[in-house]
């Protein structure tokens, strides 16, 4: 069992920079490919980042690119999620997600782990 625990949230401003980890114990973290996720009260939960197993792959959301950027530190068991130039409507629940031997995948259904969640609130 792969437990996640996400950290970095809070309220910010419009145009602050956040950074979101995602941190594992007890596994080699280097194995699994890991996602970021959102999710707005009322709403499905929508694909943000993600870094394959190797880190050699990324993808994101066109509403981030440009702004946020996923990297890993493998010896640190720990994913990041830089997020700057936040904006009001980055506003949501942040949930990361593992997944071993993974790619860079968009998709809720290619991540078997999650996180309980981490509230990122952008003020006006």
């Known amino acids: 069992q792969v437990q996640l625990v996400e950290s970095g949230g809070g309220l910010v401003q419009a145009g602050d920079s956040v950074r979101l980890s995602c941190a594992t114990s007890?596994?080699?973290?280097?194995?699994?490919?890991v996602g970021w996720f959102r999710q707005a009260p009322g709403k499905e939960r929508e694909f943000v980042a993600a870094?394959?197993?190797?880190?050699?792959?990324?993808a994101y959301v066109d509403s981030v690119k440009g702004r946020f950027s996923i990297s890993r530190d493998n010896d640190n068991n720990t994913v990041y999620l830089q997020m700057n130039s936040l904006r009001p409507e980055d506003t949501d629940v942040y949930y990361c997600?593992?997944?071993?031997?993974?790619?860079?995948?968009?998709?809720?259904?290619?991540?078997?782990?999650w996180g309980k969640g981490i509230q990122v609130t952008v003020s006006t």
């Open positions: 007890g596994r080699t973290f280097s194995r699994y490919a």
């Open positions: 997600a593992a997944e071993a031997w993974g790619s860079a995948a968009s998709r809720l259904g290619s991540y078997r782990y």
């Open positions: 870094i394959n197993w190797s880190g050699g792959s990324t």
